[in-house]
């Protein structure tokens, strides 16, 4: 019984010499790190298979988009005007300086792959000269995630390593948020590469872009979309046919390779190039759904012959790419500017096709009636009064009423004014004067005595020289 009692005090003066050295939150953690060490160790085996399954998984769910996406120059497509041998951007990126950009281009023209080549560019040297990359978009990230990057990007300055913030959509941020890369992008401690939709000079700080690069990314031709989706055939195993030529048609259908999944036309693929207006994502994304759509019939039929991607697959996959923006987007802008030009050429038919255009994209029609207003007094002027009338009762009408409703109101406008007679007159006027009196050397010459404002201690001064004016205007 000693014994049992001594070794009973033994265990009871360890476990209290314990608890004078470690907090109490520790031990309970130990124990059950403990606990659960047995049942990890049993379940590793049948949780191994889950987890291959699980990445295998994972990976059919990327988006042919991102399983498309080139990993170096070499393997991007477009965009020669700026990535073409002797273009400031080459030769920056041959000397391996990497500046802070803006990338400026309509969606999937590949804003985001070059700014992952562009960071990847320093890391094909070497660990010694990595370049750490991070990715945020101003949809999803705040403030606080940028303080964290700019945080660690000073620890990497430490170790003579570059940070790249990549900032996705940053036109979302308002100018007082975009504060924040200035005194990181002046001082070196990041370079930032933001990319956009919208025109920079109305979306981003003054101070931010004098501090960046513009780039301006041009949507994807025709022919480059077309190299892009025949690569993406080749990943997803297809096979590209000429309907052209028959036998070779027959024979191919009849005597179809095993690793071969589906057929496609090339005409087809011309036609998905030309419908998607240069958008790569939305091609791919397009191609993808129609093959997996087709694959899944075969799958359903328990068909094993490969299957023909036909034109009408890819229009049922395929969510006709239109020209919806949003009413701050850079593209409505430009549909606005051909309406403005269409009126002033007093083309009718060629206003009411940029009009449908302009209202295809879901703009606010009281702002399109904003710029019909502008139109009436600078493209027709003072040779047609009735004209601003008009425009200014068109816009009244679309408040009221709205859409779809109003359609027949702005086309009413639009047609009245593309068919008035035009007279620039005023504007010319208005522009002379503003040239006037910005191409003044020195101060401007001060107000005349006899047109001032007559103030009380001013009225003797000017009161002589006031007569004298008005009597010669009278």
Same mark, same amino acid.
């Given at each position: 019984?000693?014994?049992?009692?001594?070794? /009973?005090?033994?265990?009871?003066?360890?476990?209290?010499?314990?608890?004078?050295?470690?907090?109490?939150?520790?031990?309970?953690?130990?124990?059950?790190?403990?606990?659960?060490?047995?049942?990890?160790?049993?379940?590793?085996?049948?949780?191994?298979?889950?987890?291959?399954?699980?990445?295998?998984? @994972?990976?059919?769910? #990327?988006?042919?988009?991102?399983?498309?996406?080139?990993?170096?120059?070499?393997?991007?497509?477009?965009?020669?005007? !700026?990535?073409?041998?002797?273009?400031?951007?080459?030769?920056?990126?041959?000397?391996?300086? !990497?500046?802070?950009?803006?990338?400026?281009?309509?969606?999937?023209? *590949?804003? =985001? &792959?070059?700014?992952?080549?562009?960071?990847?560019?320093?890391?094909?040297? *070497?660990?010694? @000269?990595?370049?750490?990359?991070?990715?945020?978009?101003? &949809?999803?990230?705040? !403030?606080?995630? $940028? @303080?964290?990057?700019?945080?660690?990007?000073?620890?990497?300055?430490?170790?003579?390593? +570059?940070?790249?913030?990549?900032?996705?959509? #940053?036109?979302?941020?308002?100018?007082?948020?975009?504060? $924040?890369?200035?005194?990181?992008?002046?001082?070196? &401690?990041?370079?930032?590469? *933001?990319?956009?939709?919208?025109?920079?000079?109305?979306?981003?700080?003054?101070?931010?872009?004098?501090?960046?690069?513009?780039?301006?990314?041009?949507?994807?031709?025709?022919?480059?979309?077309?190299?892009?989706?025949?690569?993406?055939?080749?990943?997803?195993?297809? /096979?590209?046919?000429?309907?052209?030529?028959?036998?070779?048609?027959?024979?191919?259908?009849?005597?179809?390779?095993?690793? $071969?999944?589906?057929? #496609?036309?090339?005409?087809?693929?011309?036609?998905?190039?030309?419908?998607?207006?240069?958008?790569?994502?939305?091609?791919?994304?397009?191609?993808?759904?129609?093959?997996?759509?087709?694959?899944?019939?075969? =799958?359903?039929?328990?068909?094993?012959?490969?299957?023909? !991607?036909?034109?009408?697959? #890819?229009?049922?996959?395929?969510?006709?790419?239109?020209?919806? &923006?949003?009413?701050?987007?850079?593209?409505?802008?430009?549909? $606005?500017?051909?309406?403005?030009?269409?009126?002033?050429?007093?083309?009718?038919?060629?206003?009411?096709?940029?009009?449908?255009?302009?209202?295809?994209?879901?703009?606010?029609?009281v702002c399109i009636a904003r710029r019909l207003i502008r139109i009436a007094t600078e493209d027709v002027g003072i040779i047609d009064p009735d004209a601003l009338g008009i425009a200014v009762n068109t816009m009244h009408g679309c408040h009221m009423i709205g859409m779809p409703e109003c359609d027949v109101l702005l086309t009413q406008c639009v047609v009245y004014l593309a068919k008035s007679q035009k007279?620039?007159?005023?504007?010319?006027?208005?522009?002379?004067?503003?040239?006037?009196?910005?191409?003044?050397?020195?101060? +401007?010459?001060?107000?005349?005595?006899?047109?001032?404002? /007559?103030?009380?201690?001013?009225?003797?001064?000017? @009161?002589?020289?006031? /007569?004298?004016?008005?009597?010669?205007?009278?």
């Amino acid at each position: 019984m000693q014994n049992i009692v001594s070794s /009973k005090s033994k265990r009871v003066f360890t476990l209290e010499k314990n608890s004078l050295s470690e907090p109490p939150y520790k031990r309970l953690k130990m124990q059950s790190i403990q606990k659960t060490e047995t049942v990890t160790s049993k379940s590793t085996m049948s949780h191994t298979f889950k987890s291959e399954d699980q990445k295998l998984l @994972k990976s059919s769910y #990327i988006p042919l988009a991102e399983k498309m996406r080139p990993l170096s120059l070499s393997q991007y497509v477009g965009q020669k005007h !700026i990535l073409d041998y002797g273009t400031v951007l080459y030769q920056l990126l041959e000397k391996n300086e !990497i500046p802070s950009m803006i990338l400026w281009g309509p969606p999937g023209c *590949g804003k =985001t &792959t070059l700014a992952i080549i562009i960071a990847g560019l320093n890391n094909q040297e *070497g660990e010694s @000269k990595a370049t750490r990359f991070v990715k945020l978009s101003a &949809t999803s990230s705040g !403030i606080g995630d $940028i @303080k964290e990057a700019v945080n660690e990007a000073k620890n990497e300055v430490k170790f003579g390593r +570059q940070t790249i913030i990549f900032m996705d959509e #940053i036109h979302r941020f308002n100018k007082l948020q975009q504060d $924040i890369f200035l005194p990181h992008v002046e001082a070196g &401690t990041i370079t930032l590469i *933001g990319a956009t939709t919208e025109n920079p000079s109305f979306s981003l700080n003054s101070a931010l872009l004098s501090r960046c690069r513009v780039f301006v990314l041009e949507k994807l031709a025709s022919t480059e979309l077309i190299s892009i989706l025949q690569k993406a055939i080749v990943l997803m195993n297809g /096979k590209i046919y000429d309907p052209s030529n028959s036998v070779n048609l027959e024979s191919l259908k009849t005597n179809v390779p095993e690793h $071969i999944n589906f057929l #496609i036309d090339i005409q087809n693929i011309e036609w998905l190039a030309n419908a998607c207006d240069g958008n790569a994502r939305v091609a791919l994304g397009g191609l993808e759904l129609a093959i997996q759509c087709k694959m899944m019939s075969n =799958t359903a039929s328990q068909s094993q012959n490969s299957q023909t !991607i036909t034109l009408e697959d #890819i229009k049922r996959s395929l969510m006709r790419y239109q020209t919806v &923006t949003d009413k701050r987007g850079d593209n409505c802008q430009d549909l $606005i500017s051909a309406l403005q030009k269409s009126i002033r050429a007093g083309e009718a038919n060629a206003s009411l096709y940029w009009l449908a255009r302009v209202m295809a994209a879901e703009e606010d029609p009281v702002c399109i009636a904003r710029r019909l207003i502008r139109i009436a007094t600078e493209d027709v002027g003072i040779i047609d009064p009735d004209a601003l009338g008009i425009a200014v009762n068109t816009m009244h009408g679309c408040h009221m009423i709205g859409m779809p409703e109003c359609d027949v109101l702005l086309t009413q406008c639009v047609v009245y004014l593309a068919k008035s007679q035009k007279s620039r007159i005023v504007d010319n006027a208005l522009r002379a004067a503003q040239q006037l009196v910005q191409n003044q050397k020195g101060p +401007q010459p001060s107000v005349p005595h006899h047109i001032r404002y /007559k103030s009380e201690e001013g009225k003797l001064m000017a @009161k002589f020289n006031a /007569k004298r004016f008005y009597s010669k205007v009278r």
